[in-house]
């Protein structure tokens, strides 16, 4: 099973709004036979439904930041939820992103920057925590008022949201650098070369190429064209005729008669690594 790096750890609390407190006190008070049906309990008996919520809010929040960053859709971090517990009731989570697309992240580092990114995931706070928020309070007021049969406040929890972006630090230059590269790629208008410069065989390779060069370009693996290679072997290598490249339409890569960038990109257990080319014509 592959590995995953955590880029970030939260940590949701939810409780009953003061408001909400206050109104159950009011009706206790006026009513003698009054039972209390939401306590603590209640958020523990709900809580795969406050999971989903917050994974889904959370999800399209990280995806929408990430997308930004000019991330595909295929390669989006992960929410994934660690524990959840109550007191009142506390979620903690990691954003995730596998480690076989590391170098991918890294690529995006060099044009977004690692601060960027950090103080992005930290800016996104009050966005995500009212997010989530506004979506538990609506379902807790229909709770309230089915069980009471009266208008609960408006806002029936408090939420708050912490964002620990000190993991996305680890993932520098210097770490990334530590996994290297174990191949060598050449490239000409009418054949790719692969070569396995490791001692052990590489297995399950993806190869794409793309035309031009641009930030976007690093993340458009469904637009590129394909082959893939089951085994090559150590101190072997492999070359691939270009029109045996095809997209996911089942086109042949074909060249523009003019010289041109190509961006190559080899995927295999140990990551995403990409060449660029400068093609004459």
């Known amino acids: 099973m592959e590995n995953n790096v955590i880029l970030a750890k939260i940590n949701f609390f939810m409780d009953l709004s003061d408001e909400t407190k206050i109104w159950l006190c009011d009706l206790e008070k006026n009513n003698p036979c009054f039972r209390n049906e939401i306590d603590l ?53 990691d954003i995730i992103i596998s480690s076989g697309l590391t170098l991918l992240f890294n690529s995006i580092h060099g044009f977004s920057g690692v601060p960027q990114i950090y103080e992005g995931l930290k800016g996104l706070k009050t966005k995500w925590n009212e997010s989530i928020r506004d979506i ?82 690093l993340c458009e693996f469904e637009n ?15 070359t691939i005729n270009l029109c045996d490249f095809l997209d996911k339409n089942g086109n042949s890569f074909d060249l523009p008669r003019e010289p041109v960038y190509i961006v190559c990109w080899v995927e295999e257990g140990n990551g995403i690594y990409f060449f660029q080319f400068y093609l004459d014509y």
């Open 224 to 238: 590129s064209y394909q082959n893939g290679i089951n085994n090559l072997f150590a101190h072997k290598s492999i």
């Open 136 to 217: 538990i309070s609506k379902e807790v007021y229909q709770d309230l008022k089915n069980t009471y049969n009266q208008r609960p406040p408006r806002v029936t929890v408090d939420t708050k949201i912490a964002i620990d972006t000190r993991p996305l630090l680890d993932l520098n230059e210097r770490d990334m650098r530590s996994q290297s590269a174990q191949i060598n790629v050449g490239l000409s208008r009418h054949s790719f070369k692969l070569e396995n410069l490791s001692e052990e065989t590489i297995s399950h390779l993806r190869v794409g190429l793309l035309i031009g060069f641009s930030k976007e370009k």
């Open 41 to 93: 309990d209640y958020f523990s008996f709900n809580k795969e439904k406050w999971k989903i919520i917050f994974v889904n809010s959370s999800q399209q929040i990280i995806d929408e930041f990430f997308l930004d960053l000019g991330l595909s859709k295929e390669y989006l971090p992960k929410i994934e939820v660690q524990d959840y517990y109550s007191g009142s009731f506390v979620i903690n989570a």
